[in-house]
T-cell receptor
Framework: DTGVSQDPRHKITKRGQNVTFRCDPI?????LYWYRQTLGQGPEFLTY????????KSRLLSDRFSAERPKGSFSTLEIQRTEQGDSAMYLC?????????????FGQGTRLTVV | AQKITQTQPGMFVQEKEAVTLDCTYD???????LFWYKQPSSGEMIFLIY??????QNATEGRYSLNFQKARKSANLVISASQLGDSAMYFC???????????FGAGTRLFVKA
């Protein structure tokens, strides 16, 4: 296992369309996170899974956003009716269950452009 | 609420010289941790170094060291002997106390000149 994998790396979509991103975490990691990063800013937390349970969601995650981790392994993030303001880098990260201060390992992100 | 502040939007350093990237944090917790991540143009966030609030020694990892000054609430990253490949965004971050997320600063873009 070489790390956190995200697919696709880039996505261009028209406003109003739905998009879905996939994240495959490091296999032994039970914690999975989604972050959003806009140009010139640090990543902002979107949501957190422990195994298949979604334990925390940010206020940034409007009702157009939904995330799943059905079997506690890979996760998907869907954005419905995309808006231009959704254009950003979407980062997935995973970490092991060993402690709150364990570092998260990030994927290379999916860069979304809504035109 | 916890907060990370990075006041340097961009920094230039000559190859082979050392550079310090500033980070200040705001927390009322006694126990906390601080991370530094590097983000090259490829987008991936790469973990560099970690400092715990109770660690007596400043953390070091190869060419990276953390200048941790608890009283000033600062955790500056020092990169020694800069290399061209060090050109990237650098983020200071801290785990949310009682939560699960990591809180990031706005980042500093480092440019290493040949």
């Amino acid at each position: 296992d070489t790390g956190v994998s995200q697919d696709p790396r880039h996505k261009i979509t028209k406003r109003g369309q739905n998009v879905t991103f996939r994240c495959d975490p490091i296999s032994e990691h039970n914690r999975l996170y989604w972050y959003r990063q806009t140009l010139g800013q640090g990543p902002e937390f979107l949501t957190y899974f422990q195994n298949e349970a979604q334990l925390e969601k940010s206020r940034l995650l409007s009702d157009r956003f939904s995330a799943e981790r059905p079997k506690g392994s890979f996760s998907t993030l869907e954005i419905q009716r995309t808006e231009q303001g959704d254009s950003a880098m979407y980062l997935c990260a995973s970490s092991s269950p060993q402690g709150l201060n364990t570092e998260a390992f990030f994927g290379q992100g999916t860069r979304l452009t809504v035109v | 609420a916890q907060k990370i502040t990075q006041t340097q939007p961009g920094m230039f350093v000559q190859e082979k010289e050392a550079v310090t990237l500033d980070c200040t944090y705001d927390t009322s917790d006694q126990s906390y941790g601080l991370f530094w991540y590097k983000q090259p143009s490829s987008g991936e966030m790469i973990f560099l170094i970690y400092q715990g609030s109770y660690d007596e020694q400043n953390a070091t990892e190869g060419r990276y060291s953390l200048n941790f000054q608890k009283a000033r609430k600062s955790a500056n990253l020092v990169i020694s002997a800069s290399q061209l490949g060090d050109s990237a965004m650098y983020f200071c971050a801290t785990p949310e106390t009682g939560g699960f997320k990591t809180i990031f600063g706005a980042g500093t873009r480092l440019f290493v000149k040949a």
